[in-house]
């Protein structure tokens, strides 16, 4: 570390190298923070939380129950011991709460004040956060499973949604209508998420065993279909051609810097493809259990080097190496299966929500010279 601050300060070094190397021992440090509390608000499983962009301090969560809730991730008392408080809910007392399972909750990607959720009662409603009423509410004829808006986009304000229909739909935030199909799967549609690079890509995945990259601009079909055989056909049976997975792909997450897409399915594997071209890297991660019929909700480290991936795996979360494969470590803390987890790349912390009703803060280890200097602080208080 005196190394880089010495390279940083003499100018041989670029200021980003100090800052990767201190954020990638953050992360290999996680650990489950004894101190931090999350307010245990659903009474059945959580399936979906995320981070708010913007100050990195309000997290949603959306549970089987029906219920969403708000948390204010921030440490006003100063003390190591906290709880993030719910500081709202849309409980079952609420007339507005979904009537079934909420299966995907998104901050809008400017603005805290307003986000959106989606449910198994058919229906995607987006909020406004101040009065926590739904400002629109789009109606479908099945259970939509996911639904995604783009964390970049500037010329269209599209949310993409996957339901038990095999056409992904396309809402407009701005007219409240839904504006697009896009057709070519054949089964229903698990998960969807736009590319962090490009606001027009879009990735879906779907029970057909296949994962399809789109252009939304373009009214002749996707760009590509994933093949995990990169087009030999003599690995591939005619049936499995161009299929991303042998089971249900029910997992999607692009890396950061939008350049490779993550996809986990049924069949206990998970594949690295390079987004531009379609191609399965080939990367080894071995077996990474995945028994869930719905969307897997998994993330990746995001300013690091090397990238990490985060994926629940039973009721642990198993921490990979994203370019090698490489099993880091098993973050073991939930009494049940992990349904979701959610990475902060503010504080390179990592939030978890499970079948055990628990959203659990993971927590870097500080540095020893940094555990005595509060020590120190400490003592100096009292004195």
């Known amino acids: 570390m005196l190394g880089f601050l010495t390279a940083r300060r003499a100018g041989l070094d670029d ?18 923070n004894p101190d931090r509390d999350v307010d245990r608000i659903h009474g059945n499983g959580i399936n ?61 990607p400017y603005d805290t004040g307003m986000f959106v959720s989606s449910s198994f009662d058919k229906t995607m409603k987006v909020w406004d956060t101040e009065t926590l009423k739904p400002a629109e509410v789009f109606e479908f004829e099945g259970n939509v499973y996911c639904h995604h808006l783009s964390p970049i986009a500037r010329k269209h304000s599209l ?28 089964a229903e549609v698990l998960c969807v998420r736009w590319s962090p690079r490009y606001e027009h890509i879009l990735a879906t995945a779907s029970a057909d065993s296949k994962v399809k990259v789109w252009d939304v601009r373009r ?8 093949d995990q055989h990169n087009g030999d056909k003599s690995k591939a049976s005619s049936e499995a051609v161009n299929t991303a997975h042998n089971g249900r792909v029910n997992g999607l997450c692009f890396t950061g810097d939008g350049l490779y897409l993550l996809t986990t399915g049924t069949d206990d594997r998970m594949r690295l493809w390079n987004s531009a071209t379609g191609e399965n890297t080939l990367v080894n991660y071995g077996k990474v259990c995945n028994e869930s019929r719905k969307r897997l909700q998994f993330t990746v480290s995001r300013g690091c080097s090397p990238e990490f991936v985060f994926v629940p795996c039973g009721s642990s979360i198993a921490v990979y190496t994203l370019h090698t494969g490489e099993l880091v470590t098993m973050l073991r803390g939930h009494y049940n299966n992990v349904d979701c987890c959610e990475f902060h790349p503010d504080y390179q912390e990592v939030y978890s929500g499970g079948k055990d009703c628990n959203i659990l803060a993971w927590v870097p280890v500080l540095r020893a010279s940094d555990v005595e200097e509060d020590s120190n602080h400490e003592v100096g208080k009292r004195a």
Request: glycine share 10%.
């Open 159 to 186: 949310i993409a949604v996957g339901t038990t229909n095999p056409k992904i739909q396309l809402c407009d935030l701005k007219s409240g209508s839904r504006i697009h199909i896009l057709q070519g799967h054949r």
């Open 15 to 32: 200021p980003l190298r100090l800052r990767r190397a201190e954020s990638t021992r953050r992360v290999l440090s996680l650990q489950l």
């Open 219 to 226: 009214s002749s079909g996707s760009l590509f279909t994933l």
């Open 48 to 108: 979906t939380i995320d981070i708010e962009a913007i100050e990195g301090r309000y997290m949603l969560s959306g549970g089987a129950d029906g219920v969403i809730a708000i948390y204010d991730l921030e440490n006003f008392g100063g003390k190591p011991q906290y709880t993030c408080k719910a500081v709202c809910t849309v409980g079952r007392s609420s007339r507005y709460v979904h009537k079934f399972s909420v299966e995907t909750v998104q901050w809008y």
